[in-house]
Nanobody, 129 residues
Framework: QLQLVESGGGLVQPGGSLRLSCAASGFTLDYYAIGWFRQAPGKEREKISCISKSGVSTNYVDSVRGRFTISRDNAKNTVYLQMNSLEPRETGIYYC??????????????????????WGQGNQVPLAS
């Protein structure tokens, strides 16, 4: 069974840092581009970042560029999202998703939700007020 599992969430202070992990089971992440999405309370899910299957291409939404870093360790079958200088509005549920198309669209833009076939269950990141 193909599964993505996010971890690393937890209560963090504004201005703090957190690293999320997205681990795959049942398949090898090497062949998949990965995206991270966030859903704040009462809002629609939004795209945050993506990384190509090779790791060469990355992209970010402007609001997190310079503060968040996406990376991957294919040997560990895991993708990471390092989040620094977190802001209160960034609280929410963080999802990772996998795209098997082989497209290098991440180099040019942030793919949309329907570009991804597999999704994790989400990981809560609450920010202390």
């Amino acid at each position: 069974q193909l599964q993505l599992v996010e971890s690393g969430g937890g209560l963090v202070q504004p201005g703090g840092s957190l690293r999320l992990s997205c681990a795959a089971s049942g398949f090898t992440l090497d062949y998949y581009a990965i995206g991270w999405f966030r859903q704040a309370p009462g809002k629609e899910r939004e795209k945050i970042s993506c990384i190509s299957k090779s790791g060469v291409s990355t992209n970010y939404v402007d609001s997190v560029r310079g503060r968040f870093t996406i990376s991957r360790d294919n040997a560990k079958n895991t993708v990471y999202l390092q989040m620094n200088s977190l802001e209160p509005r960034e609280t929410g549920i963080y999802y990772c998703a996998a795209d098997s198309s082989g497209s290098d669209r991440c180099r040019r833009l942030l793919p949309n939700e329907n570009d991804y076939e597999y999704w994790g269950q989400g990981n809560q990141v609450p920010l202390a007020s």
